[in-house]
């Protein structure tokens, strides 16, 4: 079986050579991810990622701050955002991205899927600021991957979120706007 991390080599010498750094991250460094996010479960496909790239350039195929260092103050930026919005979600996100506190990128850890769903927070849509962009970690990176490249070539940024969802603490799950 092809780890996550093999693949994710793979393509970025695809689109951006074999120039590019590639600075992953240590054990320890992925297990203090769970005492400064304030959760007990890191996804696999998230560690392969972060054993990879966490260190250097993660940040750089995201286009904001999403390196290992910048973590603990992702999570709490997105806390005071959330709480100054009053903005409900679930306590055991790990907030893995940041654009100078205008988007978040997260996923849920409880349910200690592999490869999780990840959200993001807030997206310019009317009546909702949640929403759903991928299915898992993995597509979200390799799709995030390919719209850098094409940012480089370009220099314009292209993408569209799943769904418009909102977070219903009595369910505790995400639940599709509309519904």
């Known amino acids: 079986m092809i780890h996550f991390s093999e693949i994710v080599k793979q393509r970025v010498v695809e689109k951006l050579g074999p120039r590019f750094v590639f600075q992953g991250c240590t054990e320890e ?3 203090k991810i769970k005492e400064f996010q304030n959760i007990s479960y890191v996804p696999q496909v998230y560690s392969d990622l972060l054993r990879v790239i966490g260190n250097s350039g993660l940040s750089d195929i995201l286009m904001g701050d999403a390196n290992w260092d910048r973590l603990k103050i992702n999570k709490e930026l997105f806390a005071w955002f959330a709480k100054t919005s009053n903005l409900a979600y679930p306590n055991d996100v790990l ?4 654009d100078l506190g205008q988007l978040f990128y997260f996923f849920r850890t409880k349910h200690q899927l592999n490869d999780p769903p990840v959200y993001g927070y807030p997206i310019d849509t009317v009546g909702s600021r949640l929403a759903k962009l ?11 991957l ?3 490249a094409k940012f480089i070539e370009t220099g314009r940024e292209e993408w569209r979120p799943l769904a418009k969802v909102y977070y219903d603490p009595s369910l505790d799950d995400f639940c599709l706007v509309g519904e």
């Open 134 to 144: 991928s299915d898992s970690i993995s597509s979200f990176f390799l799709s995030r």
């Open 146 to 148: 390919e719209i850098y």
């Open 95 to 98: 907030v893995f991205y940041s």
């Open 29 to 31: 460094e992925i297990l």
